[in-house]
């Protein structure tokens, strides 16, 4: 059986090669599609034979899903820019591919190891975070969400052993920066579904709540300086999802 990997890029000239290198000896093809960058992304990208695509950006799961239809191998593996394949994961893939086990699964979920600011987070759900990414050809899509898509299939899926490893975010400043974005992202989906108001419990009371839940309860403590960092964070995203659709409520 053959696969698939599926890519897409924006200026990932500091992530591309990392990824590109941890599967080039289990794919018989990859897809990459790109919406611009003006880095050495498509280059790096060609150098390792990849088939690039150049496209308009359509949001993650349009475009996550415009490079799932490129694919011409009867497996497709999706990663994004900033993931590698653990020598444990590339090892059960390999053996799945080759005939070893025949797949009992259409689709296929693995661990997924999050490294915020190059520490590996094990607490509080962001470890093993299994993901659906390894599936036949045609069997799966990424759901239509403007933020947090995931790929989704009704058949039953198996686990593959071995971790996905994904370099999130090696600066504080890129956290705080992909924060900002996707609060806004998670705003309009929110403004989408209702008319938000100016919440207290929800710009204020949901976010302590979940910092309090996951720091403490679920042990994020455990995770060091990074871990409380990432806690905050991401209580922050949850502030200003809800404040900033309230402004776009008002706005409307």
């Not at 000896?25 to 599609?33: N, P, Q, T």
């Not at 997924?112 to 093993?128: A, F, K, T």
Request: hydrophobic share 40%.
């Amino acid at each position: 059986m053959t696969l698939s990997v599926c890519i897409i890029t924006l200026n990932e000239e500091t992530n591309i090669v990392r990824t590109l290198e941890s599967v080039k000896s289990l794919a018989d093809e990859i897809v990459v599609v790109d919406s611009g960058s003006t880095d050495r992304t498509v280059a790096l990208a060609e150098s390792y034979q990849a088939k690039v695509f150049v496209e308009p950006w359509k949001g993650f799961a349009p475009q996550k899903n415009s490079a799932l239809a490129k694919a011409s191998h009867d497996w497709i593996l999706s990663l994004d820019a900033d993931e590698e394949v653990s020598p444990e994961l590339a090892a059960s893939i390999q053996k799945l591919l080759s005939g070893q086990a025949a797949p009992q699964f259409d689709g296929y979920r693995m661990a997924r190891r999050n490294l915020y600011l190059n520490r590996w987070i094990r607490r509080s759900g962001y470890y093993p975070d299994r993901k659906l990414r390894l599936v036949k050809r045609g069997a799966a899509e990424f759901e239509n969400r403007a933020v947090h898509e995931d790929m989704k299939m009704t058949a039953a899926t198996g686990l593959l052993d071995g971790d996905l490893i994904h370099h999130a975010y090696p600066t504080l400043e890129g956290f705080v920066e992909h924060a900002n974005r996707y609060s806004s992202l998670g705003a309009q989906m929110v403004a989408d579904e209702r008319k938000a108001r100016f919440s207290v419990i929800d710009i204020v009371l949901r976010p302590l709540v979940r910092f309090v839940y996951g720091y403490f309860f679920r042990l994020g403590f455990l995770d060091g300086r990074e871990g409380l960092l990432v806690h905050l964070t991401h209580a922050s995203y949850v502030s200003w999802k809800y404040a900033k659709a309230w402004e776009l409520s008002k706005d409307r």
